[in-house]
Structure formats: C-alpha cells, structure tokens
C-alpha cells in the first residue's frame, strides 16, 4: 500500500503565508490522484476543504488554495487567521482504494 | 442538508466483531457512495472503505480480509462490520458521504476494544 507523507508540524504567523505538502511513495503525485484536503479540530469531525487537487466546498474559506507543486499536492493559506490552527490531512487516490497522509499540525502563531 | 447519525457499542471485546450503524437523514442512501473512517487515539486518519451508489465495495488493502461495508435502503443507512478485532482496532470511527467530496459526516463513535 502506498504511504503518503506529509509534513508533521508547521507554523505560520497571522496574516502569514504557509504552505502544507502531500507526497506519495509510488511518485509523483497528480490529478490523477484526486488530492483533497480536510482540516480536522479537536472534537469536530473532519471537514473537506479541498477536493480533486483545486475545487473548494461552499464552506472553504478564499484564503484556502489547493495545488500540485513540484510533484507533490498543496495547500496554500494565505493570510493565516487564529481559527486556522488545526490538523489538516490530505487523502490521495490510488486506483480505488484512498489513503490519508500522517497529518500536519498547523499552529498559527 | 443531509445529517449521519451514528449508532453502535463504544466496547467491543477482542476477537469478536465490530457493528457500527450510521443513519442518513435529509435525503436518501440511494445515488450516491457512503465511506468509513477511522481514527485511533493519538494517530491520523485511516481510510477504512466505501460502499458506491452501485453497491460495489472497496476496502483498505490492510482491513480488506476482515471488514464489510453495506447499506439498507429499507432503512436509509450503511453499516460497517470489523472481525475478528484487537485492541489495534480501537478508534473514533466516522461514517462520511462519499460523494460529494465527504460534504457530510457522522458525530465520531469511539469504539475500544477491551475485555
């Protein structure tokens, strides 16, 4: 099964910029791979932010941009808030099955 | 707005086989995919399955010999079933939709597995 790696931690300052990676041991990761993004907080359940690389739900915030940026998936928040401090996962899709990367802690700081 | 409900044991014993319900409200289980997730205490989320709008499933490669994910239209709601568990099993399980980019998700049952 493929792993997908993803940074463990990150901090940003408010109103910064940060960008979170998602990664594929079986290569490059591309459209092909559906990339989403979820943001997770204690006690909520997971909320899709992104879905397939760059579309957004009706709730993601504009500051909240997905990507592929040199052969791995990306999410860029721009202007960094308080309420942005959270566990942000990303799911990739490998020929049917999904699998989730290990999770990056954003703290916004 | 759809709404997922979960129902199920929060302790199951080891060897023994997890059921966990998760009701749909709002519209209906038919058309689209319905999906399992799970996260153990301290660890990330795991992809567990789903179940597409056709009834065909598709399951974690490493759960795949043990797990089974169904619906009952009867009753609008899917189901998940774990054997033969162990204590590496003990986890928040969500049940989410799918389709439409997991846009709906159950409240989290934490299941532990414990004699």
């Known amino acids: 099964q493929a792993v997908v790696t993803q940074e463990p931690s990150l901090t940003v300052s408010p109103g910064g910029t940060v960008t979170l990676t998602c990664g594929s041991s079986t290569g490059a990761v591309t459209s092909g791979h559906y990339p989403y993004w979820f943001q997770r907080k204690p006690g909520q359940a997971p909320r899709t932010l992104i879905y397939d690389t760059n579309n957004k739900q009706p709730w993601t915030p504009a500051r909240f941009s997905g990507s592929l940026l040199g052969g791995q998936a990306a999410l860029t928040l721009s202007t960094a808030q308080p309420e942005d401090e959270a566990e942000y996962y990303c799911?990739?899709?490998?020929?049917?099955?999904?699998?989730f990367g290990g999770g990056t802690q954003l703290t916004v700081l | 707005q759809v709404h997922l409900q979960q129902s199920g044991p929060g302790l199951v014993k080891p060897s023994e086989t997890l059921s966990l319900s998760c009701i749909v409200s709002g519209d209906s289980i038919n058309g689209y995919s319905w999906s399992w997730i799970r996260q153990p205490p301290g660890k990330g989320l795991e992809w567990i399955g789903y179940i597409s709008y056709s009834g065909s499933t598709t399951y974690n490669p490493s759960l795949r010999s043990r797990v089974t994910i169904s619906t009952d239209a009867s009753q609008n709601q899917f189901s998940l079933r774990l054997n033969s568990v162990s204590a590496a099993d003990t986890a928040v399980y969500y049940c989410?939709?799918?389709?439409?980019?997991?846009?709906?998700w159950g409240q989290g049952t934490l299941v532990t597995v414990s004699s």
């Open positions: 989410a939709r799918h389709s439409s980019a997991y846009d709906s």
């Open positions: 799911l990739l899709y490998f020929g049917g099955a999904r699998v």
